[in-house]
């Protein structure tokens, strides 16, 4: 399954580590998820939409699908609200 959170992540100029910690996961299962190494489970990839402002359709496609283009959703990181 190929994905737009590397983009997605770089366009909120965020570390990998940021999203991290966000996430509550490691570096490591960011960096994979990233370079598709990994799928995210179904929860974790409703998280990734909604820190980015997405839907889990415009964030992941199928491998055989052409990718949509750059992420278009929030421009910045105040989407993301943590108590």
């Given at each position: 399954?190929?994905?737009?959170?590397?983009?997605?992540?770089?366009?909120?100029?965020?570390?990998?580590?940021?999203?991290?910690?966000?996430?509550?996961?490691?570096?490591?299962?960011?960096i994979?998820?990233?370079?598709?190494?990994?799928?995210?489970?179904?929860?974790?990839?409703?998280?990734?939409?909604?820190?980015?402002?997405?839907?889990?359709?415009?964030?992941?496609?199928?491998?055989?699908?052409?990718?949509p283009?750059?992420?278009?959703?929030?421009?910045?990181?105040?989407?993301?609200?943590?108590?």
């Amino acid at each position: 399954m190929k994905n737009l959170v590397n983009d997605s992540r770089t366009r909120l100029q965020w570390s990998q580590q940021k999203l991290a910690d966000e996430l509550g996961v490691s570096r490591q299962t960011v960096i994979s998820i990233e370079r598709g190494r990994f799928d995210p489970s179904l929860p974790l990839a409703f998280r990734l939409a909604a820190i980015f402002g997405m839907s889990l359709e415009e964030l992941f496609f199928p491998d055989d699908v052409p990718s949509p283009g750059p992420p278009t959703g929030a421009t910045d990181s105040s989407v993301v609200s943590r108590a």
